[in-house]
């Protein structure tokens, strides 16, 4: 992606109102419309740009067609440390984030719930709902399937999606431990944002339609991303897929409807959870010491040339949450443009930024 | 590793009962060594060497030696669906197995069972217990750590285990789903074999102790093997290890000890299981129905040039065991020796086998 382009700086708290509004002039009740936007800026705050506010024109267009629910009615069945939900067709950020709400109180008394999710849609970062958990002095595991993006192992047409699984451990004094890792070589959102940029993507990332690689994005879009570590990203994205869609009653693999094809119904994605309060088996203060110290050595452990620090995984996210919190995001101008015109549509105003010509730092 | 070595060709079977009868010999119940024997010849069958029956020397000597127990006294504790173990410093192969045979009538009643277990041992592969849940109808998710092999990200000193993630789905009528991965580029055992028969490794596998990579396993296993994916892997890493080591009260990271260091104490393995019976929230029929289509459907999807079939992870581990299991297994002439000469000081036959001359294919 070019380091060089036009964006305007805007406030993430702008930006989160902005969002908000627009999801809540499409007939979203207030409080899942500000767990969307928090959720889609928080991406972009954390250097997770492709899972941004960049997503919410393609959200708003499906609400406004029907294909997604604005007021879901999401429905919540138990089987023992089981929580089943029935996402109502509702965006993904706001079924995930109600079925970990709903899913806390249970493991406070049962030390671990399992959540399957299905009739949902693309719920954002998984890191996001990672985060929730670990507000709450609990530890997560979170999967979720996709449209297809990923070949079989020896195949050539995309089956499984991107599917990532996630981690999130608290930590007392520090930014939670958040693993968030796709079972492809990239998140699929990336080489949408490169489409949509007109950017190239890097070899090694992507097939074309053919089995072929490429590092054009839109014949990569057409085609399958590779998976992680070739033959390993292939299974765990079939692992993830049971897990998502056989197990929960959701849709798998070429079942998962895009969010982006028009005319397909319903995307029927499928989540998969386990949620963990430590506090059932440990005390809670000998859980945060241990990870403390677990986290330190590992900070501490010899650096390889070359290297200024080690960083735990969610060290990173949350600086960039800081610093961009402070100084504001980059918005790319087609993002913008894009962003300006479903307000006025809406009626809801596009927050003024600065203009900005520098490297690309977020949505 | 050369594909022309002396190696001996010997049932399968005989290779179990060997195995058991050292076992025995050592003082271990008969049902453990029945489990532990049947867990390392598995592993070669399936053409998991690395993790087979050459490992049985070191567990024999580490027996002897008390630094492992023959008799572990297991102890179980439950806090709602979390069931607690302290594996008494038992074979990890025994620990584990009773441990998920413990947990299986539990998960019946809740769905799901966490099991965390402390004061384990190195368990063998992780698919083992897989396959053991879906014999139960039950699908499973593995993880253990194990002694430092991966560096953290910038770093240059092993911290991690090689920590594998595993996943076992059932199959009505053909072989489980099987994912078994660590989050190396390679299992530590591939390289500790290596060095064993004296063959190199290939480039992209390891670090040497200065952080430059190397093709010599004996300089790799002084140093670290690189991890799945660069930063990903690393990352997995460390979240296996915060399953394993923190939320189980095991050892973590450079404070598990090494099997084949001597004058270690007790290793201190963790392991963390998540089982799930399915059929607490959907008809076992409804779900082997929908896990068959599954499978179905990811082996028809079309072949990319030069591949002649898709497989599922988990169905060439079968074909291989069911290849193996009928022609018998052919144990390099080192590992053959070193049986041998463990099975004579202890009054146990090794089995007589057919001279083989041919590519390696197991133990």
Redesign the interface.
């Known amino acids: 992606m070019s380091n060089e382009e036009r964006s305007t700086l805007i406030p993430g708290s702008a930006l989160i109102r902005f969002a908000s509004d627009v999801l809540v002039g499409l007939g979203m009740p207030e409080a899942d419309a500000a767990i969307t936007a928090d959720s889609l800026v928080t991406a972009d705050l954390e250097g997770s740009g492709s899972h941004g506010i960049s997503r919410l024109p393609i959200y708003a267009k499906r609400i406004r067609e029907g294909r997604i629910a604005a007021q879901a009615e999401i429905r919540y ?1 138990t ?4 929580l ?1 939900v029935d996402g109502g067709n509702g965006l993904g950020q706001v079924v995930a984030y109600r079925a970990v709400e709903k899913a806390i109180p249970l493991a406070r ?6 959540i ?1 999710i299905r009739n949902s849609n693309h719920f954002g970062t998984a890191a996001y709902f990672c985060q929730q958990a670990c507000r709450a002095n609990m ?1 997560l595991i979170a999967m979720t399937n996709s449209p297809p993006g990923i ?7 995309a ?1 499984f999606g991107t599917n990532p699984i996630a ?1 999130g ?1 608290p930590v007392r004094s520090g930014p939670p ?1 958040i ?1 968030d ?1 796709s079972s492809s ?1 990239v998140a699929r959102g990336k080489i949408i944002l490169a489409d949509k940029t007109g950017s190239s993507i890097p070899a090694g990332w992507a097939m074309d339609e053919h ?1 072929a690689e490429t590092t054009d994005p839109a014949a990569a879009l057409r085609g399958a991303v590779l998976p ?2 070739g033959a ?5 994205a ?2 993830i ?3 998502c ?3 929960s ?1 959701a849709a ?3 079942h998962v409807n895009n969010l982006y094809r028009d005319g397909d119904p319903a995307a029927n994605v499928g989540h998969s959870f ?1 949620l ?1 309060d ?1 506090s ?3 005390p809670l203060d000998s ?1 945060y010491n ?2 403390e110290q ?1 986290i330190q ?3 501490d ?5 070359g ?7 969610g060290e990173r996210r949350h600086q960039q949450f800081m610093k961009r919190s402070a100084a504001g995001l980059a918005v790319p101008a087609e993002v913008a443009g894009e962003l300006k015109r479903l307000g006025d549509e809406i009626g809801v105003v596009f927050p003024e930024g600065a203009s900005h010509e520098s490297s690309h730092n977020g949505a």
Chains 1, 2 share one sequence.
């Open positions: 069945e089987a023992g440390s089981v089943r008394e049962a030390g671990m719930t399992g399957f530890a070949a079989p192992w020896g195949g050539k047409q089956f981690f451990f431990v693993v890792m070589v089995g992680l570590g390993k990203g292939y299974a765990l079939l692992a897929e049971m897990m869609g056989v197990l009653g798998y693999g070429p386990i963990l430590m059932r088996w440990m859980y241990l990870a677990f050595e590992v900070k452990t010899p650096k390889a040339a290297s200024e620090a080690i960083y735990y995984p």
